[in-house]
């Protein structure tokens, strides 16, 4: 097997695993892996600015990412973690002050491609599949804004670290593991 063959497989496996994309064929899902440009990233590279989310769809395959953003003192903080999936898609503005990225947390790799290539790729699903996936990018936002409303200190953190536990978490007899890296910089960003 060559090295493109292998990469593909390996996307196909990565893609595979992801819920929001449970909806395609065995068919679809391989399409889908042989039209990805996949590239990976070093840990604190920039995987795609504000401008670049919205251009297409975009898989993190494997590793960690982050949502990050300038914060009012023009500081980059982090707004969320990411497990592999679909990276939620970002409605860029021209005059937006906040330029939001995604970031790589761990290293990572991350496969991409135009929407008119993954809209051809998914045609034969149901609209109600299309809408569901369509949906999961919205619920990401919807998650992360909603969590922090009317909420303290104290309840944010507890939120942010139940919300991590659910996408990253590993339970076990004690209660549930997190395998990923947080700094107290990482957690105080998040809240």
């Not at 500081?75 to 898609?89: M, N």
């Not at 369509?134 to 104290?154: P, V």
Request: glycine fraction near 6%; proline fraction near 4%; charge should be neutral.
């Amino acid at each position: 097997m060559d090295r493109h063959t292998t990469a593909i497989h390996s996307d196909f496996d990565s893609l595979n695993r992801m819920k929001p994309l449970s909806f395609l064929s065995e068919v679809a899902l391989r399409e889908l892996a042989t039209g990805l440009r996949s590239a990976n990233f070093r840990t604190g590279e920039v995987i795609l600015s504000e401008e670049a989310l919205g251009t297409g769809v975009h898989f993190l395959l494997w590793g960690v990412a982050k949502i990050t953003c300038l914060n009012r003192s023009d500081r980059r903080v982090t707004l969320a973690l990411l497990a592999p999936g679909p990276i939620p898609e970002f409605l860029s503005s021209p005059i937006s002050r906040w330029h939001f990225r995604c970031e790589a947390h761990s290293n990572c790799g991350v496969g991409s491609l135009g929407w008119d290539q993954f809209d051809a790729i998914t045609r034969s699903a149901s609209p109600s599949d299309l809408r569901a996936f369509h949906e999961n990018n919205m619920m990401q936002w919807y998650r992360w804004i909603l969590g922090f409303l009317g909420l303290d200190l104290r309840e944010r953190l507890l939120f942010m670290l139940r919300h991590l536990c659910s996408i990253f978490g590993i339970k076990e007899s004690r209660g549930t593991l997190l395998p990923v890296f947080l700094s107290h910089k990482d957690l105080a960003d998040l809240v």
